[in-house]
C-alpha cells in the first residue's frame, strides 16, 4: 500500500475521542487493526500479552499486582464511567485549549516512566499538539511509543507532510528520524499499537450475546461513516469537491467489495461467517444494514443514532480500554520510559486503573501535602438562612458508596449557582476558564422558585477533597457535622450570581437545546447573547476565547 493511502486509512480509521458527549464522538470511526509488522525506518514489536478479559472463573481468582508488588483491587482496571471524569473538564474551553496540555498525565515507579500523551485526533497545521507532542518526546526519549490506530509500512517524508496527516503520522515521523540518528550500540524507539487483534475484538462481542451480523454491521458503518466525515471536514476541499468525492464513494451501494479494497480496510467478513449460510457482498451488506438500522447504506449513516449499535460501542468503549490499560502495565515491565499517544477520552477513562498500577496517588495534585492545599475558608449555599449546624446528607449522591457528607466549594462564585433549586433538564451550569455561567431556560420558573438563601463560611478543618469524584477539584467533603463560622444572606439566588461575578443567561427553549447539544458546549452560541450582568451592568465579563 503506498504511503498516501495508508495514512489516509489510518487517519478515516482513527476516531474523534476526546470527548464522549452530545457530539457523539465515541471512538465511531476506529476500526481494529491486525499484528503489526516489521516497519521500515523504525522498529516495531508486537508483545504477546495474554487476554486481558480472562478465562471464567480461573482468570477472575488471579491476583494482579502493582509495579510495586502489591494486590491491586478485585477487577482490575476498572474503567472510569465518564460521569466520575466529568469533573476534569473544569475550565477547560473545547475548541480552544489543547487537550494535550489539559488531560496528559505522567506517572513513574522508581527507574519507571509513563508519559501519557492525551491528545485529539486533528491534521490542523495550526492546532499547538504538534509542537507540545514533540516537546514532549524529545524530552523523555521514550523506550516505546504505544498509540492507535493501524500501523504505517512506509516512511514519511518531512515534518510538515506527518502534522498534515494526523497525530500519529507525526509520531511515527519522530521515531523515525531519532531512529535514523542512532549509534550503532543504541537501542531504537520502538512503535506498538495499543488495537485489539480483529479476532479478540469480534471475540469480546460475541461474548456479550452479538452476532456476527451485528458485529459486522457495526464494522461496515463505522468505516463508511468514517470515510464520510473524513470528506467532509477535509478543509483542503471546496464544496464542490467534497461533493464529487462523496458522490465516488457512493459505489458502497454498487460494488462494497470494491470500496473497501480501494480504501484498504481489513476485511473481517471470513471472521464472521452469516448464519444463513450465505456469503457477504454487496447485496447482503445492503440487506443486513437495512434490517438493523431500517436505512440504506450511505456515508452519513451514523451508527451511533442506532440504539442497538450504540449499545455495542459503549460495551466495547470498556473492552478495549481494558485491553490498553492491561497492555501499557505489560509495557512498563519491561522498558524503564514509556510514552502513549491517545485520544483524550481514552486518557480520563485510563487514569485511575494506571495510578492504581503504578502505586500513585489519584493524580499529580495529590502527591502534595494535602494540608497546604487546603483553602483558608470554605462555601456552602442554601436556600435556608437559619441553619445552625451543617450535617451530613445523602440527598444530593457523587458516589453510591460515599454516604451522608456535608458539600463545601473553595470557589464562592460556584456556589450561588446552587442557592435556587434546579436540575439539568432547564439549567446549564458551566465554567469557561474563571468565568462562571450559569444558562436558564424558564424564566418565570426561576424566578418563582427564588427565594434568596445564604452562603456560609465554613472552616476547612475536617474536610477532604477526592480529586477522582465528579467535581473533585474543588467540591470539598465532611462526613462530620460542621458549625458555619459566618453567613451572607441574599434576597435572591440571582442577585447573589450577579454580585459574585456569575454570568447569567435566560434563553428560549430553542437556544437552550441548541447549547445543550452544540459540540464546543455552547461557548459560540453563548459568547452571541447578552447576560443579565450586561443588562444590568453588574459585573460583565466576556466569555474567554
Do not use: C
Not at 509513563?114 to 486533528?122: D, F, P, R
Not at 499499537?193 to 454491521?217: C, H, L
Request: glycine share 6%; net charge negative.
Amino acid at each position: 500500500m503506498t504511503f498516501l493511502k495508508r495514512i489516509l486509512t489510518l487517519t478515516i480509521t482513527m476516531a474523534d475521542d476526546f470527548i464522549k458527549d452530545e457530539d457523539g464522538n465515541v471512538d465511531f470511526l476506529e476500526a481494529p487493526s491486525g499484528i503489526p509488522t516489521e516497519v521500515s525506518g523504525f522498529s516495531i514489536k508486537q508483545q504477546q500479552l495474554e487476554s486481558p478479559f480472562g478465562e471464567g472463573d480461573k482468570q477472575d481468582a488471579k491476583e494482579n499486582k502493582s509495579l510495586t508488588g502489591k494486590l491491586l483491587p478485585p477487577g482490575w482496571p476498572r474503567i472510569t464511567p465518564d460521569a466520575e471524569y466529568v469533573h476534569r473538564f473544569d475550565g477547560y474551553r473545547p475548541g480552544l485549549d489543547a487537550p494535550i496540555d489539559h488531560f496528559s498525565f505522567h506517572l513513574q515507579q522508581g527507574e519507571r516512566q509513563l508519559l501519557y500523551l492525551a491528545v485529539e485526533h486533528t491534521n490542523n497545521p495550526a492546532n499547538p499538539q504538534s509542537a507540545a507532542l514533540e516537546r514532549h518526546f524529545s524530552e523523555l526519549k521514550p523506550d516505546v511509543v504505544l498509540y492507535e490506530g493501524p500501523t504505517s509500512d512506509s516512511p514519511i517524508p518531512d515534518r510538515d507532510t506527518a502534522i498534515r496527516y494526523g497525530e500519529k503520522a507525526l509520531t511515527i515521523y519522530l521515531a523515525q528520524q531519532y531512529n535514523k540518528a542512532l549509534e550503532p550500540e543504541e537501542q531504537p524507539v520502538i512503535m506498538e499499537s495499543t488495537d485489539i487483534p480483529d479476532d479478540m475484538w469480534i471475540e469480546e462481542f460475541r461474548k456479550r450475546g452479538y452476532s456476527n451480523e451485528q458485529i459486522a454491521v457495526l464494522d461496515i458503518l463505522r468505516k463508511t461513516h468514517g470515510v464520510g466525515e473524513n470528506i467532509r471536514r477535509n478543509t483542503s476541499l471546496t464544496g464542490e469537491q467534497k461533493t464529487r468525492a462523496l458522490e465516488e464513494d457512493e459505489k458502497i451501494r454498487t460494488n462494497f467489495e470494491a470500496f473497501m479494497a480501494e480504501k484498504g480496510f481489513p476485511n473481517l467478513f471470513p471472521l464472521l461467517p452469516k448464519s444463513d449460510g450465505h456469503a457477504w457482498d454487496t447485496q447482503t451488506v445492503q440487506e443486513e444494514v437495512k434490517r438493523l438500522t431500517g436505512q440504506d447504506l450511505n456515508l452519513g449513516l451514523n451508527p451511533l443514532t442506532i440504539p442497538e449499535l450504540k449499545k455495542m460501542f459503549d460495551d466495547e468503549s470498556i473492552f478495549r480500554d481494558e485491553y490498553i490499560v492491561k497492555k501499557i502495565a505489560e509495557t512498563t515491565k519491561q522498558h524503564d520510559r514509556v510514552m502513549i499517544v491517545m485520544g483524550s477520552g481514552h486518557a480520563l477513562r485510563e487514569e485511575a486503573a494506571l495510578r492504581e498500577y503504578f502505586d500513585a496517588p489519584p493524580d499529580d495534585e495529590a502527591s502534595t501535602d494535602k494540608e497546604k492545599m487546603k483553602p483558608t475558608v470554605l462555601y456552602h449555599a442554601s436556600s435556608n438562612r437559619n441553619i445552625e449546624i451543617l450535617e451530613p446528607r445523602a440527598e444530593t449522591v457523587r458516589d453510591e458508596n460515599e454516604g451522608p457528607v456535608v458539600f463545601a466549594s473553595s470557589d464562592k462564585a460556584n456556589v450561588t449557582k446552587f442557592l435556587v433549586p434546579t436540575d439539568d433538564s432547564w439549567t446549564r451550569k458551566m465554567r469557561f476558564g474563571d468565568t462562571h455561567v450559569h444558562v436558564i431556560r424558564d424564566r418565570k420558573r426561576y424566578e418563582e422558585l427564588d427565594k434568596g438563601g445564604a452562603i456560609y463560611h465554613l472552616s476547612p478543618d475536617g474536610f477532604s477533597l477526592d480529586q477522582t469524584k465528579v467535581g473533585g477539584k474543588n467540591e470539598w467533603t465532611s462526613n462530620t457535622s460542621v458549625t458555619p463560622t459566618e453567613k451572607e444572606e441574599y434576597e435572591s439566588g440571582l442577585e447573589a450570581q450577579l454580585d459574585n461575578g456569575v454570568q447569567v443567561y435566560f434563553v428560549d427553549e430553542e437556544t437552550f437545546n441548541r447549547i445543550t447539544q452544540s459540540e464546543d458546549h455552547g461557548v459560540a452560541i453563548i459568547k452571541g447573547l447578552v447576560s443579565e450582568n450586561k443588562l444590568k451592568n453588574i459585573n460583565p465579563k466576556e466569555i474567554p476565547q
